[in-house]
Structure formats: structure tokens, C-alpha cells
């Protein structure tokens, strides 16, 4: 019908045009038509367009769904199962007593290790990749010991089997072993159960001491002089984690004799005490402050116990920057030898320190890095007096045990005149005081040897 609407009117349109030859009217005519041609065109053109967008639509909206998934697919972050924690190796076994004995072996570092039998279930820690702990046994045949380790992040390791055969005559050898792989000896659990403390008349003795021995310094000084006790405690009051429950049970009042001989020492006017228990356990996380394998402190805990004494007197004192620390693997340790185990059979990492400046005395320079002692007792020390002078600054007189070797180094650097008494010489030579005539007069003292006090003036 539009169709024909249009060629009837083209047809007059055509007729007038023959008649009357304006071009305004044809340019009209042509405008119209074009309206509706591009009327015609714009509509389809819209409808192609809508039709277009709702296929690009289409297009755009499928890749955006695929393109979540591989999103939400990358991000999905992969995680890995746990490794497996190295088995532990048995290197061997000593009987300590009737009835107990000691494993010992290596892991994986730092490591927690559940030790199983029939009789009992623990578990303890390894000393780094070392590891050692005591086990009940029964009274006939073997004993199968089970061990598991697990270190950090990682799963439980396969299970590894000891078979350990008792002895009813075998020697009680006077040691055991705390959860942290410490081998200790047992009558230095007295300290922590506190049943080893002073009586009254105990304490009496001890300032009575202490004031014959200070008035007796300076009359023969013919000056003042300053007494000072350096107590160092003994690993498990430093460590009272590693305690076993069996230890723990047996405690009546905890390091009793420590508090009582501080007490005591600290009620006599003049006299500088210094219990080191805080200086070590405030430093206990920044290394090894004692041999797991010896009885004694390492090098590293005994330079942070000579920085507490030098604060303690005012006087100068050195960094740890200014020394070589060394982690070095040792068999020669006390608690080798009283197992029976011997050397070359159970091995700990000790720090061992080395000066960065010249020395000033002889005995940094030559150290042996052991645990026994000072490859027992060390030229300087055994049965004789030993004096360094260095210079300007005050004299000081040296009275110790075998915890005295490892500070020595130290405090030696420290003092113009620094001289020390034999090993385990616990009373003042007078002779010594005239002589160099002491600015301090320093003793030091193990936790596990206090009673030296009662005799010591």
C-alpha cells in the first residue's frame, strides 16, 4: 500500500515537473523522499545496532564469567603438605644406675621428641640437632624405647626403636637428664627443692665471716676495700622449664640456700652481692648461657654475668661487638666423663668467644674452646697465684671455683692489677692484700657450692 502510495505520487509529481521546470520543487520532492529513505534506514540501522550491542553484549558478558573463574583459579593459592621431620639416630646408650639409662643420638634441629616404652610417655627437646634422656628400664631383659621427632612446621617423623638391657649391679653414676637434653648432676637438685638450706646458726657463721674477713682486709690494706660475691646459679634455676615432673614434685621452697646466703651476705654494711640469676635468664634468648654437657656456664654466659658486675661497680666494660662469637661442636665436657660415655660419643654446640681488640692479659689469648675446664684447670690456675698488671685503674683480688675460669678473660681486661688465688682457694691470703693492697676483694661462688661460705673468711 506505502509502495504504491509512492509511485502514484513520483508519477504526478513527474507530470509537473514536465509543465512547470522550478528546481525547488524537485530539490523538495528529493529532500522528502530522502527523509523517508533515511527514516527507513535509521530504523533498521537502530534495530541492526540494538541487535549488535546485544550480541557484543553477549560476547562481552561470557568473557567476563571466564575471566572470574581463571581469577578466583589464580588466586587460589596452593598449599603444599608438611615435610616430614627427619627420623632421630640412636648413637648410643649408657646404664646410669639400676633400673635407668641414658640414649643419646641426633635429629633434626630443635626438634621435640616423644620417647615412649611400656612404662612411661614423654616428651622432651633437643639440644639443636643433639638430643639425650633417660629412661626407666625393667628389672630383667630389654626395655623397648620408641622415639618420634617433630621439628617446627613439619610433621612427626617415622618411629625409630632402642633396645636397652638393664643391669641390677650396675654403678649408680649420679646423673640424670632434664627435659632440654641437659645431663646434670642429681645432687644439684637439692637447689631447686630447696631441702639443702642453711640453719640459723648456718647463717650466723656466714656473716660473722664476712665481717672478720672485711675489717681483717682493711686493717692490712690500710684502706677501704670493697667486698663483693658474685653468685652464679646453677642452669636449672636459669632453666626451670626443663625441670621433669618428677623434679618438680619433690619442690618444698625453691632455691632456698641461694636466697638465704644472698640475705645474709647483703645484711653486712659494705659488701656488694650480686646474684646473677635475672642478668641470665633476661639474656637466656640470646644464646647457650650453659653447656648441656658440662656443669658449667659457656663463655657467652659468663661474659653477660662480668658485664653485670662492672655495671654493678661503675667501672668500664667491654661489648659483645668487641668479640668473635663461635659455635663450635665439643665432646670434651664433665658430664661425658661422670656418664661414662666418654668422648667422641655425645657432642653439643657451644658459643666461644674471641677478643676483636689486643688483649691486654694472657689468659683470652690462651684459651682452649673446652667445656672441661680449661682442659682441666689451665696453667695459670692450678695451685698458684696468678697476677696481670695492665695499667691505670683499681686492683682487684680474685677468689673462685671452676665457674671462675670462664670470666677471668674478662675481668682481667678490667682491672690495672687483677689477681687471683688458686682454684677453689675460698679463703682470703692476707699475705696477697698486703701486696697489692685491693681496691676489691671479689669471690665468686657457684649455687652448688654456698657452703663454702661457712668456712670462708
Same mark, same amino acid.
Given at each position: 500500500?506505502?509502495?504504491?502510495?509512492?509511485?502514484?505520487?513520483?508519477?504526478?509529481?513527474?507530470?509537473?515537473?514536465?509543465?512547470?521546470?522550478?528546481?525547488?520543487?524537485?530539490?523538495?520532492?528529493?529532500?522528502?523522499?530522502?527523509? +523517508?529513505?533515511? =527514516?527507513?534506514?535509521?530504523? #533498521? $540501522? *537502530? %534495530? /541492526? @545496532? &540494538?541487535?549488535? !550491542?546485544?550480541?557484543?553484549? +553477549?560476547?562481552? =558478558?561470557?568473557?567476563?564469567? #571466564? $575471566? *572470574? %573463574? /581463571? @581469577? &578466583?583459579?589464580? !588466586?587460589?593459592?596452593?598449599?603444599?603438605?608438611?615435610?616430614?621431620?627427619?627420623?632421630?639416630?640412636?648413637?648410643?646408650?649408657?646404664?646410669?644406675?639400676?633400673?635407668?639409662?641414658?640414649?643419646?643420638?641426633?635429629?633434626?634441629?630443635?626438634?621435640?621428641?616423644?620417647?615412649?616404652?611400656?612404662?612411661?610417655?614423654?616428651?622432651?627437646?633437643?639440644?639443636?640437632?643433639?638430643?639425650?634422656?633417660?629412661?626407666?628400664?625393667?628389672?630383667?631383659?630389654?626395655?623397648?624405647?620408641?622415639?618420634?621427632?617433630?621439628?617446627?612446621?613439619?610433621?612427626?617423623?617415622?618411629?625409630?626403636?632402642?633396645?636397652?638391657?638393664?643391669?641390677?649391679?650396675?654403678?649408680?653414676?649420679?646423673?640424670?637428664?632434664?627435659?632440654?637434653?641437659?645431663?646434670?648432676?642429681?645432687?644439684?637438685?637439692?637447689?631447686?627443692?630447696?631441702?639443702?638450706?642453711?640453719?640459723?646458726?648456718?647463717?650466723?657463721?656466714?656473716?660473722?665471716?664476712?665481717?672478720?674477713?672485711?675489717?681483717?682486709?682493711?686493717?692490712?690494706?690500710?684502706?677501704?676495700?670493697?667486698?663483693?660475691?658474685?653468685?652464679?646459679?646453677?642452669?636449672?634455676?636459669?632453666?626451670?622449664?626443663?625441670?621433669?615432673?618428677?623434679?618438680?614434685?619433690?619442690?618444698?621452697?625453691?632455691?632456698?640456700?641461694?636466697?638465704?646466703?644472698?640475705?645474709?651476705?647483703?645484711?653486712?654494711?659494705?659488701?656488694?652481692?650480686?646474684?646473677?640469676?635475672?642478668?641470665?635468664?633476661?639474656?637466656?634468648?640470646?644464646?647457650?648461657?650453659?653447656?648441656?654437657?658440662?656443669?658449667?656456664?659457656?663463655?657467652?654466659?659468663?661474659?653477660?654475668?662480668?658485664?653485670?658486675?662492672?655495671?654493678?661497680?661503675?667501672?668500664?666494660?667491654?661489648?659483645?661487638?668487641?668479640?668473635?662469637?663461635?659455635?663450635?661442636?665439643?665432646?670434651?665436657?664433665?658430664?661425658?666423663?661422670?656418664?661414662?660415655?666418654?668422648?667422641?660419643?655425645?657432642?653439643?654446640?657451644?658459643?666461644?668467644?674471641?677478643?676483636?681488640?689486643?688483649?691486654?692479659?694472657?689468659?683470652?689469648?690462651?684459651?682452649?674452646?673446652?667445656?672441661?675446664?680449661?682442659?682441666?684447670?689451665?696453667?695459670?690456675?692450678?695451685?698458684?697465684?696468678?697476677?696481670?698488671?695492665?695499667?691505670?685503674?683499681?686492683?682487684?683480688?680474685?677468689?673462685?671455683?671452676?665457674?671462675?675460669?670462664?670470666?677471668?678473660?674478662?675481668?682481667?681486661?678490667?682491672?690495672?692489677?687483677?689477681?687471683?688465688?688458686?682454684?677453689?682457694?675460698?679463703?682470703?691470703?692476707?699475705?696477697?692484700?698486703?701486696?697489692?693492697?685491693?681496691?676489691?676483694?671479689?669471690?665468686?661462688?657457684?649455687?652448688?657450692?654456698?657452703?663454702?661460705?661457712?668456712?670462708?673468711?
Amino acid at each position: 500500500m506505502k509502495k504504491a502510495a509512492i509511485a502514484l505520487l513520483l508519477t504526478a509529481l513527474l507530470f509537473i515537473t514536465s509543465c512547470d521546470p522550478d528546481p525547488t520543487v524537485t530539490t523538495s520532492v528529493t529532500e522528502t523522499e530522502t527523509d +523517508e529513505t533515511t =527514516t527507513g534506514s535509521a530504523t #533498521e $540501522t *537502530e %534495530t /541492526e @545496532t &540494538e541487535t549488535e !550491542t546485544e550480541t557484543e553484549a +553477549e560476547k562481552v =558478558t561470557v568473557p567476563e564469567t #571466564e $575471566t *572470574e %573463574t /581463571e @581469577t &578466583e583459579e589464580q !588466586t587460589t593459592e596452593y598449599i603444599p603438605e608438611p615435610e616430614k621431620t627427619e627420623a632421630p639416630s640412636v648413637k648410643g646408650w649408657t646404664l646410669t644406675e639400676p633400673g635407668k639409662a641414658m640414649v643419646y643420638g641426633e635429629c633434626e634441629d630443635n626438634s621435640t621428641l616423644v620417647i615412649s616404652s611400656e612404662l612411661e610417655e614423654y616428651t622432651a627437646h633437643s639440644d639443636g640437632r643433639y638430643f639425650a634422656f633417660c629412661v626407666s628400664l625393667y628389672e630383667k631383659g630389654g626395655t623397648d624405647i620408641n622415639i618420634r621427632a617433630c621439628a617446627d612446621g613439619k610433621t612427626e617423623s617415622d618411629t625409630v626403636s632402642v633396645s636397652v638391657k638393664n643391669d641390677k649391679n650396675a654403678d649408680d653414676k649420679g646423673v640424670t637428664v632434664t627435659l632440654g637434653s641437659r645431663v646434670i648432676e642429681k645432687k644439684v637438685l637439692y637447689d631447686q627443692y630447696g631441702t639443702n638450706g642453711f640453719s640459723k646458726s648456718d647463717i650466723n657463721t656466714i656473716k660473722d665471716a664476712v665481717r672478720y674477713r672485711m675489717n681483717k682486709a682493711e686493717k692490712t690494706a690500710g684502706k677501704q676495700v670493697k667486698l663483693v660475691y658474685i653468685i652464679v646459679p646453677d642452669p636449672l634455676t636459669v632453666y626451670p622449664e626443663e625441670l621433669t615432673d618428677q623434679m618438680r614434685e619433690r619442690i618444698v621452697s625453691l632455691n632456698l640456700r641461694m636466697k638465704q646466703a644472698t640475705e645474709a651476705l647483703e645484711s653486712v654494711e659494705g659488701v656488694v652481692v650480686l646474684d646473677l640469676t635475672e642478668t641470665l635468664k633476661d639474656n637466656k634468648q640470646n644464646g647457650k648461657l650453659y653447656y648441656k654437657l658440662d656443669s658449667h656456664w659457656t663463655e657467652l654466659g659468663a661474659f653477660y654475668g662480668y658485664q653485670a658486675v662492672m655495671k654493678k661497680l661503675g667501672l668500664p666494660y667491654h661489648e659483645l661487638t668487641d668479640y668473635k662469637v663461635d659455635h663450635i661442636d665439643i665432646d670434651d665436657t664433665d658430664m661425658n666423663v661422670y656418664s661414662g660415655v666418654g668422648t667422641g660419643e655425645m657432642f653439643e654446640s657451644a658459643p666461644f668467644l674471641s677478643a676483636l681488640f689486643e688483649e691486654k692479659t694472657p689468659y683470652g689469648k690462651n684459651k682452649e674452646n673446652t667445656a672441661r675446664i680449661w682442659s682441666f684447670v689451665y696453667e695459670y690456675f692450678s695451685g698458684q697465684t696468678s697476677k696481670t698488671v695492665t695499667g691505670e685503674g683499681p686492683a682487684a683480688m680474685f677468689l673462685f671455683d671452676s665457674y671462675g675460669l670462664n670470666i677471668i678473660p674478662y675481668l682481667s681486661e678490667s682491672f690495672g692489677t687483677f689477681l687471683t688465688q688458686p682454684i677453689w682457694r675460698y679463703s682470703v691470703d692476707y699475705s696477697l692484700v698486703s701486696e697489692i693492697r685491693p681496691d676489691y676483694i671479689i669471690e665468686l661462688l657457684a649455687e652448688r657450692n654456698l657452703d663454702e661460705l661457712l668456712s670462708a673468711a
